[in-house]
Antibody, heavy 118, light 110 residues
Framework: QVQLVQSGAEVKKPGSSVKVSCKASGGTFSSYTISWVRQAPGQGLEWMGRIIPILGIANYAQKFQGRVTITADKSTSTAYMELSSLRSEDTAVYYC???????????WGQGTLVTVSS | QSALTQPASVSGSPGQSITISCTGTSSDVGGYNYVSWYQQHPGKAPKLMIYDVSNRPSGVSNRFSGSKSGNTASLTISGLQAEDEADYYCSSYTSSSIVVFGGGTKLTVL
């Protein structure tokens, strides 16, 4: 049974960075990609980027280019999303999701609330 | 890349059918058969309901169906039930090799 377990909630100051982890189990980590999707309070889903763990190659939505870094550690089946230069508008629940072939999000993590506040 | 366009809300009575549209461009919805639909209940993670325009993952009720015509994809829910009340989102692969979501549709079961 596939499970994605994310790290806990974070409170950050404006201008700082946050790194959220997503540990996968129940599948072959290297045979799929991991996307990161965020959802601001009361808002819709927003795709941030994804990584192909077996290759270590990531691509990002233009909106987040230069501010987000997605990485993966094959040895621990864990993906990471780091967002820098945080501002209040980055307050959101951040989800990791498994992608299979061209299907985004056949399994999702439980979400991690990141609050940016001074 | 702009978000896909969905109606903000739809509603229907139990037992009825409803359809939610998702409009994009020839660079996303119209160009690829990689449209997915997700259901999200309050405070929960999204759940994949339809992938590749019209395929249902194992365990998803056959009351949910998907289709596409040109640049518009659609999700139809037949035999509405109270538990179908949720937010629904579409997504599509794009020519930029990224994914774009729709703005979401709130389904109310009257």
């Amino acid at each position: 049974q596939v499970q994605l377990v994310q790290s806990g909630a974070e409170v950050k100051k404006p201008g700082s960075s946050v790194k959220v982890s997503c540990k996968a189990s129940g599948g072959t980590f290297s045979s799929y990609t991991i996307s990161w999707v965020r959802q601001a309070p009361g808002q819709g889903l927003e795709w941030m980027g994804r990584i192909i763990p077996i290759l270590g190659i990531a691509n990002y939505a233009q909106k987040f280019q230069g501010r987000v870094t997605i990485t993966a550690d094959k040895s621990t089946s864990t993906a990471y999303m780091e967002l820098s230069s945080l501002r209040s508008e980055d307050t959101a629940v951040y989800y990791c999701a498994r992608d299979t072939a061209m299907v985004t999000g056949d399994y999702w993590g439980q979400g991690t609330l990141v609050t940016v506040s001074s | 890349q702009s978000a896909l366009t969905q109606p903000a809300s739809v509603s229907g009575s139990p037992g009825q059918s409803i359809t939610i549209s998702c409009t994009g461009t020839s660079s996303d919805v119209g160009g690829y058969n990689y449209v997915s639909w997700y259901q999200q209940h309050p405070g929960k993670a999204p759940k994949l309901m339809i992938y590749d325009v019209s395929n249902r993952p194992s365990g998803v009720s056959n009351r949910f169906s998907g289709s596409k015509s040109g640049n518009t994809a659609s999700l139809t829910i037949s035999g509405l039930q109270a538990e179908d009340e949720a937010d629904y989102y579409c997504s599509s692969y794009t020519s930029s090799s990224i994914v774009v979501f729709g703005g979401g549709t709130k389904l109310t079961v009257l």
